[in-house]
C-alpha cells in the first residue's frame, strides 16, 4: 500500500499539472467506487481544483465547497489520463477536467476497496479521515512516549497502526525499526522516553529519505521499487553494520530486521509466534 512519501510526492505532482483546471464531471465505473451520497459531486462542477493534499495515505482533491478523499488501498492509483477510454482498465473513477488530460482512479486485483468520499470542507474532520491518529511527521518524542506509556504492543504493529500514527506502513516500520535500532517486537510499553525519541528520529530520516526518491520520479512508485536498508533486502548485508538481513514472514507481508543491529546478534524465528531461536 503507498505511504506517506509516494502518497505525499504524487499529491504535489498533481498539484502542479492541475490546481486551476476546471472540474466537468465525476464519473464512477463500479458501484462501490463513490463511497458517500451527500453532498453530491456535481457541486463541484464547473469550480477550479486548488490543490491536491494529502493526509495519512489519503489523497485530497480540494475544490472550495468540497474535497473528493481518496484512499488507494493495496493496488490503486490515481493516474494521468490522456486517453479517457471507456471502460479504462481496472478502472474505479475518473475527474474530467475541462481540459485533457482526466484523473483514472484505478485499482489492480480483484478486491476492489479503493474509493472516493465526497465531503463538505466543513466536515472534513469527519470519516474517513477522523479515524487517522496524528501525521507522522508531528508525533513528538513526549506525545509518542506518552502514548507507549499506556499502549503495550510491539512496535512494528504500532507503526503501522493508522489510529495511532497517519501515513507510515510495512516499509516505514522496517526502516524506522532498523534506523532507530529497536527490535521490530520490542513491546512499546517498555521503550520509554529514550525508545520513543528514537523512534521519531527515525521516522524523520525515514520519510525524509523516502520523499526524496519519490520527488525524483514522474510517477508513484510501489514499495519494492523505494530504496530501503533493510526492506526488500533479507539476505543481502545491512548498509551499516555488513549482518545479514533476516526476515519473519507472515501472510501478506515480511518483517525484515538487522540482528546485529536490532536484536543483540539473536535470530527471530521466522513464524507468527516471533519467538528467538537459540
Given at each position: 500500500m503507498p505511504e506517506l512519501p509516494e502518497v505525499q510526492a504524487h499529491a504535489e505532482r498533481l498539484t502542479e499539472q492541475f490546481a486551476g483546471r476546471q472540474l466537468v464531471k465525476f464519473q464512477p465505473f463500479t458501484f462501490t467506487a463513490l463511497k458517500t451520497a451527500v453532498p453530491r459531486p456535481d457541486v463541484a462542477y464547473g469550480l477550479p481544483l486548488e490543490r491536491v493534499g494529502r493526509r495519512g495515505k489519503y489523497l485530497k482533491l480540494q475544490f472550495r465547497p468540497v474535497t473528493f478523499v481518496v484512499h488507494l488501498m493495496q493496488g490503486g492509483r490515481l493516474l494521468v489520463d490522456e486517453k479517457q477510454s471507456l471502460k479504462p482498465r481496472n478502472g474505479q473513477a475518473r475527474f474530467v477536467?475541462?481540459?485533457?488530460?482526466?484523473?483514472?482512479l484505478t485499482e489492480a486485483g480483484t478486491e476492489r476497496?479503493?474509493?472516493?468520499?465526497?465531503?463538505a470542507n466543513n466536515a472534513i474532520d469527519g470519516p474517513p479521515l477522523d479515524r487517522l491518529g496524528p501525521e507522522a511527521l508531528d508525533v513528538t518524542p513526549q506525545s509518542l512516549a506518552a502514548s507507549f506509556a499506556t499502549t503495550n504492543m510491539r512496535i512494528h504493529?504500532?507503526?503501522r497502526d493508522q489510529h495511532r500514527i497517519a501515513g507510515l506502513g510495512r516499509l516505514l516500520a522496517n526502516e524506522v525499526c532498523h534506523r532507530a535500532k529497536i527490535s521490530p517486537f520490542a513491546m512499546t510499553g517498555k521503550l520509554g522516553a529514550n525508545g520513543a525519541a528514537a523512534v521519531v528520529a527515525a521516522i524523520h530520516e525515514a520519510v525524509e529519505d523516502g520523499l526524496a526518491y519519490e520527488r525524483t520520479r514522474s510517477d508513484?512508485?510501489?514499495?519494492?521499487?523505494?530504496?530501503?536498508?533493510?526492506?526488500?533486502?533479507?539476505?543481502?548485508?545491512?548498509?551499516?553494520?555488513?549482518?545479514?538481513?533476516r526476515s519473519?514472514?507472515?501472510?501478506?507481508?515480511?518483517?525484515?530486521?538487522?540482528?546485529?543491529?536490532?536484536?543483540?546478534?539473536?535470530v527471530l524465528a521466522d513464524n507468527t509466534t516471533s519467538r528467538f531461536l537459540k
Open positions: 477536467f475541462a481540459e485533457a488530460p482526466a484523473l483514472t476497496r479503493a474509493g472516493v468520499w465526497c465531503i504493529g504500532y507503526l508513484m512508485s510501489s514499495s519494492a521499487d523505494r530504496p530501503g536498508r533493510v526492506h526488500g533486502r533479507v539476505g543481502q548485508p545491512c548498509p551499516v553494520c555488513s549482518d545479514t538481513i519473519v514472514s507472515y501472510s501478506g507481508y515480511t518483517v525484515a530486521y538487522c540482528p546485529t543491529c536490532q536484536t543483540g546478534g539473536k
